[in-house]
């Protein structure tokens, strides 16, 4: 369970396009990682590199010092759960969820099958029915069973919640809690929906454009965004004391500016003595979105 | 161990003595028009001949796919594939080749009183299973070559395959006399019963030989997107 999962310098090419530029992580033990990026950004790309189900142009992956790509003993350690499409007409949808599931029990050296049992017993889901069949939530269930089944220590979930309603999604992140609580295991999951997701996450991973802006503890990561609003002069006048760098972005509401700045709370308070203004914090949709969104002014 | 063939076996469990079971019933209602004995025999023969070729050739190049994606995102590696791709051959074929000789048989008993038809020739029999195999083995590189390259893969692919046969029938029919004699004598010679199957056994590990190293090429550096 002490073993590293490290990407260093991947270049990836699909065709003249490159899609990953100099990427570099280091997935450490007993994490939750959540991996936020816009659509397109290369988190599903990085995530299949990293479990060697694709190819890559330029560096290396290893676990625990060892080179991933082909290795047996490290792909043994490793499960990443794939969205399942609901367009797709072969391959995995073509076969009833139990078959799916015994085929994991099959390939998974790790896999529990009485877990595997309790869990599709309580989502509810009809094993005899074929995973083309299914609702999105439901085939979202069963990439999540066959995760936490697994009992991998690094196990990657792509969009687990995808099409999941709002007590299946809870339902999800108490399972994934009570989980790793138990096994400690690292869990890698790539999700759009952020908020929900945010006090889970102990790491907070950010891709933007086809390489990673940020990784971080959730909680520092957050505590280093602001938001500042008022009056033009007021708020101009502390963006200046901070420094125009640290200007993320600038909305316009009537009368009021507001601006989010990459700075703590306690640090634009400082530098908004005695000015009238507003300081409050951001949750992590926000400060993901003042990230990796436009930088231009927008007016409301 | 052999993973990929347990999971390639009961995943077809019913899928192939399903499609048995339709080509069954096709050919029960072609044969029960007004056909004469002699007229049977060659409707199961032939039916039975292309079955035992076509059939396994397509399934084949219909499950690889599936099979290769399942595997890589089950966390197998790509040698490991490589290793276990004879297995999935060779168990695929012998569950279709025993399906097909026990319907063939079946037809025989039904229409012609008897389990094998009067004209049958063992040797024959042996280069058939013998097609069989190799035509499993070519359309598992098909799949693979649709899996790796998409459209243009299975284009490629069919269209190689074609040529292929193609050659072989113009190789045996633009070749010299006594070497058509030498082989219509092999085969259908009751004293040359071995070496018929020597022969067969010889060409069909030749081909999957070659497909094996030739699905080593595309399998290597194929992904999971």
């Not at chain 1, 929906?193 to 959730?218: H, L, R």
């Amino acid at each position: 369970m002490s073993k590293v999962l490290s990407a260093q310098h991947i270049i990836k090419n699909y065709g003249k396009k490159q899609v990953l530029h100099d990427v570099n992580i280091d997935i450490e033990p007993g994490v939750i990682y959540g991996l936020i990026g816009r659509n397109g950004a290369g988190k599903t790309t990085l995530l299949s590199i990293l479990t060697a189900q694709n190819t890559w142009n330029e560096g290396s992956v290893t676990y625990g010092g060892a080179p991933v790509w082909e290795n047996e003993t490290a792909l043994a350690d490793i499960c990443f759960s794939r969205e399942l499409s609901p367009t797709m007409m072969f391959g995995e949808n073509t076969y009833k969820v139990r078959d799916y599931l015994k085929a994991a029990a099959t390939y998974y050296p790790h896999w529990d099958s009485a877990y595997a049992d309790r869990l599709v017993q309580r989502f509810g889901l009809e094993t005899k029915k074929k995973i083309s069949k299914l609702s999105k939530g439901m085939m979202s269930m069963v990439t999540i069973i066959l995760a936490m089944a697994s009992r991998a220590p690094i196990t990657i979930l792509d969009e687990p919640v995808a099409g999941l309603d709002v007590v299946a999604r809870e339902d999800f992140y108490k399972l994934l809690l009570e989980d790793y609580t138990e096994t400690h295991r690292t869990f890698i999951i790539s999700t759009h929906i952020i908020e929900e997701a945010a006090n889970v996450f102990e790491k907070v991973i950010i891709m933007k454009d086809g390489a990673i802006a940020e990784v971080a503890e959730t909680e520092s990561f957050v505590a280093s965004f602001s938001f500042v609003s008022g009056r033009e002069e007021d708020v101009a006048d502390v963006c200046a004391r901070l420094g125009a760098s640290k200007v993320l972005r600038t909305e316009h509401f009537g009368r009021q500016t507001g601006v989010a700045l990459r700075v703590s709370p306690s640090t634009a308070q400082q530098a908004a003595e005695g000015l009238s203004v507003d300081i409050s914090p951001v949750n992590l949709q926000k400060a993901f979105v003042y990230m990796v969104g436009e930088k231009e002014d927008i007016s409301c | 161990m052999l993973k990929t063939t347990r999971f390639c076996l009961w995943s077809y469990r019913w899928a192939v003595p399903a499609m048995m079971g339709i080509i069954f019933l096709v050919m029960l209602i072609n044969l029960t028009g007004s056909r004469t004995r002699e007229g049977m025999t060659g409707y199961i023969s032939s039916m039975g001949i292309m079955y035992l070729t076509l059939l396994p050739f397509l399934f084949s190049a219909m499950q690889t796919p599936s099979t290769v994606r399942f595997a890589l995102t089950m966390g197998q590696t790509r040698r490991r594939l490589w290793v276990e791709m004879p297995c999935v051959t060779v168990a695929l074929t012998l569950f279709m080749d025993i399906g097909m000789c026990a319907m063939f048989a079946l037809q025989c008993r039904i229409f012609l009183g008897q389990w094998l038809p009067d004209a049958f020739v063992p040797a024959l029999l042996a280069l058939l299973v013998a097609a069989s195999f190799s035509f499993t083995a070519l359309g598992q590189l098909l799949g693979l070559l649709g899996h790796r390259f998409g459209g243009r893969g299975w284009l490629g692919g069919i269209v190689g395959v074609l040529a292929l046969i193609t050659a072989v029938v113009l190789a045996f029919v633009f070749a010299p006399l006594p070497v058509q004699m030498n082989f219509v004598r092999l085969f259908f010679e009751p004293n040359q019963t071995l070496a018929a199957v020597v022969a067969s056994a010889l060409g069909a590990l030749a081909v999957c030989g070659a497909v094996q190293g030739a699905s080593w090429l595309l399998l290597r550096r194929i992904c999971v997107k």
